[in-house]
């Protein structure tokens, strides 16, 4: 019952920090001095065909109205006309019915794209999972080569590795992402390509020769590494620093008092007691690298969900960047319940009050 309460405490301030996400970057967008219609259309459409497209999006309309249709659109409890054009707009379940209008459950509806007139939900549902697939990769990748180093430097405090461990992870976490991955790509996708085999640009899904979808794995291998550089830096730093705690605790020296291995004290009482702030690095990054993966993703040419953000930013395609922001909104709030829940699980000292 208490862990019950727990969550659903968790899940409230979840949606409050969504609608104050949606809410500010809603706002800051429609008032930007960018009119999305004309750019839709182009500068040579005439003023009555931008104006009728306006009053169709709901443009023409003051900004609480608008903020207040786009959460009546996401969320999955709403009031909405009951006609048939709504329904198969929304695709609703009706709960209670109000006169002309009823009471409906439904999907989130993330609009259409003004540039493309496809859904969002689509557009998102193709970029996605090639960001998942990278963001899995990197965040893999930065886990188990940072965690191995850190218990390594800690283990062997003080020695050439200690130093190089930190040092590396300095420099690591120094370089920005987005020029990591422009010198992987000059050197192993461009230089070096005739013995690595990698391209210099390629998603990880492209068409081949007869228009067909095919996997193009190794296009996966240098934005992998680009993207867990830093991860790797921190994740480092913090399984050091928490060891060298861990390992300076009553209970560790008691443990080797009692005639342990040095391998079953490290490995069984040290290192899960130093794990929190390395899961809350490990679960930190992995969102960061779900929603910011931008420019690593511009560099290679890897259509995933940073990609197809930027694309809508410079195009000014509300619905796609909303849709987005959303989404990335979400993933940070889910990852930081759970990480709450395992804190729980890895470490007894932690109680739910």
Not at 211 to 219: I, P, R
Request: hydrophobic share 50%; charged share 15%.
């Amino acid at each position: 019952m208490q862990i019950f309460s727990y969550i659903t405490k968790r899940i409230l301030s979840g949606l409050a920090v969504l609608i104050a996400v949606v809410l500010i970057i809603t706002s800051i967008i429609y008032l930007a001095p960018v009119d999305p219609t004309q750019l839709t259309f182009g500068q040579r459409a005439d003023e009555a065909t931008v104006e009728q497209k306006r009053k169709e999006l709901g443009l023409n309309e003051p900004l609480y109205v608008q903020l207040g249709m786009y959460l009546r659109d996401i969320s999955p409890i709403s009031m909405h006309q009951n006609t048939a054009k709504a329904k198969e707009k929304y695709q609703y379940l009706k709960l209670l019915h109000f006169g002309e209008k009823c009471l409906v459950l439904k999907k989130p509806y993330l609009r259409e794209s003004y540039q493309t007139g496809r859904s969002v939900s689509e557009i998102l549902a193709e970029a996605i999972p090639k960001t998942i697939i990278l963001a899995l990769s990197a965040i893999l990748l930065a886990t188990i080569i940072g965690i191995i180093l850190g218990v390594f430097a800690a283990v062997k405090q003080n020695t050439w590795l200690d130093s190089s461990a930190v040092v590396g992870s300095v420099l690591g976490y120094s370089l920005p992402s987005y020029v990591t991955a422009i010198i992987l790509a000059l050197v192993f996708g461009y230089l070096l390509a005739d013995y690595t085999g990698l391209n210099i640009k390629g998603s990880i899904v492209e068409l081949d020769d007869f228009g067909d979808e095919q996997y193009v794995w190794k296009n996966l291998i240098l934005p992998t590494i680009a993207l867990g550089i830093r991860p790797i830096a921190i994740i480092t730093q913090l399984t050091r620093s928490a060891m060298l705690d861990v390992l300076s605790q009553d209970f560790v020296r008691t443990a080797k008092a009692k005639g342990l291995s040095r391998v079953r004290v490290i490995t069984r009482h040290a290192f899960r007691n130093a794990l929190n702030p390395v899961v809350t690095a490990i679960s930190g990054w992995f969102a960061a690298l779900l929603a910011g993966a931008f420019f690593v993703e511009n560099v290679f040419s890897f259509k995933g969900l940073g990609d197809t953000t930027v694309n809508a930013l410079l195009n000014f395609d509300i619905p796609v960047v909303l849709g987005a922001v959303l989404f990335t909104a979400c993933i940070f709030v889910f990852i930081n319940i759970l990480v709450d829940l395992l804190y729980v699980l890895l470490d007894p000292r932690v109680r739910l009050e």
